[in-house]
């Protein structure tokens, strides 16, 4: 019986995409044990569906490394490069930003002022004022909060209090 030919576009059904992909994807690895087992070929197969499912064939011999390395060999390129450089410079940005921190926080606690000029100075005095103004006031609030607290508990005191008096006259 012969197969009809179909025609190569993307399937709109999704669960007819999905059964299609997985046979589909089983039969290519099928083709790929095939030629490590009659070539003696090394195969590595990464596939990532559409919903992002990752599922791979690797030549029981070898390890994904191996490959990779030994295609970054034979085609003189080194897939690691750029990103171990975008690294690299992420690294230095976040010890830079390090490096200022460390550097504000000395001058916070009065150390290292005399590597700053008169601006930075009125700057960090403006700092320094408002973090006292901002300390105060959260501390204000919890005093109140907690004298609220207090008149609240006394209120109840008081009240128990005069009930007890109450029940006392009254007996």
């Not at 976040?94 to 460390?102: E, H, S, V």
């Not at 150390?111 to 973090?131: A, C, G, H, K, T």
């Not at 006292?132 to 204000?140: P, S």
Request: charged share 30%.
């Amino acid at each position: 019986m012969a197969r009809g030919k179909i025609q190569i576009k993307r399937i709109e059904n999704q669960t007819n995409r999905q059964v299609t992909y997985s046979k589909r994807r089983n039969g290519l690895f099928k083709k790929a044990h095939e030629l490590t087992v009659l070539c003696d070929a090394k195969v590595s197969i990464i596939m990532i569906s559409s919903t992002q499912k990752i599922h791979e064939y690797i030549s029981p011999t070898s390890t994904t490394k191996q490959l990779f390395d030994q295609y970054q060999n034979a085609v003189g390129v080194d897939l690691w490069i750029t990103h171990y450089e975008k690294m690299q410079e992420h690294l230095r940005k976040l010890k830079d930003i390090n490096k200022n921190l460390r550097r504000e926080i000395r001058q916070r606690m009065g150390e290292s002022l005399n590597d700053l000029n008169y601006d930075q100075i009125v700057n960090l005095i403006e700092d320094v004022d408002d973090s006292l103004r901002k300390i105060r006031e959260r501390k204000y609030k919890v005093i109140g909060n907690q004298i609220e607290t207090s008149k609240k508990k006394l209120r109840n005191v008081e009240e128990i209090h005069r009930n007890i008096l109450l029940e006392f006259v009254s007996t």
